[in-house]
Each structure stands twice: as C-alpha cells, then as structure tokens.
C-alpha cells in the first residue's frame, strides 16, 4: 500500500471516529500508536510507566479528536503531533518538579534529627577551600586584565550589570552578532589564561 492510500485509509477511519464509531477510535489509536511512543520517548522526561504513558498519549489523541477543526487548514496528524509534543514535555516538568527534593526535609540520624542541608559540605567552609577559592579569583582578576577594553565593556554588562546580549548591543551601540563574538573571544581569552 503506497502512502497516499494510507493516508486515505487514515482519513477514511479518522471521519468514522469523529463521528462515535468506537471501533474507528480503535482503529485511528491503533495508527497512531508508534507517534505516541516516539512522542513520550523523546519529549517526556520523568519516571511514569509505559502503559500510563501510553494511555496519557491515547486521551490526547481523543481530545484532538473533539477539539480539530477542518477549517483551519491545519492537518490533523500535524495537530496531534504537536499536542503530544507539548503534553508530554508539560507532564514531564510536573513528574521532574514532583520529584525534586526539599533541602529543609528532615533526615533521622542517631544524634538528632537534622535537616538535607545540615549534610551538605560547604567547601569554602574550610581552610583550605577558602584559599583556594582566593587563588582562584586572584587568577580571575590577572586574567580580565588582559581583555581588550570592548571585551572589559561586554563582560561586564553582562555578568556585573545583568544586561542580556541585546541590550549590551544597545548600550554599546554595536551589532548583537558584535556583541556575542567579543564576548566568546573573551570568555576564550579567559579560559586560556586561566589553565
């Protein structure tokens, strides 16, 4: 079967569905089984079973179906592709967001209860990891010393200031294609100086 006869077939069972043929839904999420696969594997980025993936991918498609309109020239697998895309990337951020973890949750230990944070080792804390953070922005200074005064100017609107890269652009009055050239050459300059 070429594909315009089974985009015809496609279309043929779409308008059955459309119109509360149980068995043409069947059929239509049959189809369209190995999109919704694809879809919740590359969009969805949290912990769900399969078979709960699958049957969130099935009643977008069911929406889609109630909510598609033919006069907008839209076609109706396009619709569906980018209604998964969008629900699977949303139910994704939910599970991920669900899933993260609070620093101010308690954690039993054999002295005293204590919180996620109270465990968590701070370098700098130390000695040690306080000269060498020193060191570090030492090696930092000597290195913005050897930027041009254009990459200076960059670098420090838009690390000091907070300025984002079209707004330097107009600040300074250059191209924005300027302004991130000058600040990748100097984000360069710095690495090598800084090895």
């Known amino acids: 079967m070429n594909k315009k006869n089974s985009q015809e077939l496609f279309n043929r069972w779409l308008d059955k569905a459309k119109n509360d043929d149980v068995k043409a839904m069947e059929i239509v999420m049959e189809m369209l089984t190995p999109l919704v696969i694809s879809s919740a594997r590359k969009y969805f980025l949290g912990d769900m079973p399969y078979e709960d993936l699958m049957q969130e991918g099935y009643l977008v498609i069911a929406e889609c179906m109630d909510q ?74 000597q290195g913005i010393k050897t930027l ?32 991130v050239n000058t600040k990748v050459h100097a984000l360069r300059k710095l690495e090598v100086y800084l090895r």
Do not use: W
């Open 148 to 179: 041009s005064p254009r990459e200076l100017q960059v670098i420090s609107l838009n690390y000091y200031v907070g300025l984002n890269m079209i707004e330097v652009a107009r600040e300074l009055g250059i191209a924005y294609r300027t302004v």
């Open 68 to 141: 598609f309109d033919d006069d907008r020239g839209i076609p109706f697998l396009g619709y569906v592709k980018t209604m998964l895309r969008f629900h699977f990337m949303d139910l994704g951020r939910k599970t991920i967001k669900e899933q993260c973890d609070s620093l101010d949750r308690p954690i039993k230990s054999a002295d005293d209860d204590i919180t996620l944070m109270d465990v968590i080792a701070d370098e700098e804390a130390s000695a040690d990891g306080a000269m060498l953070h020193d060191e570090k922005m030492k090696a930092l200074m």
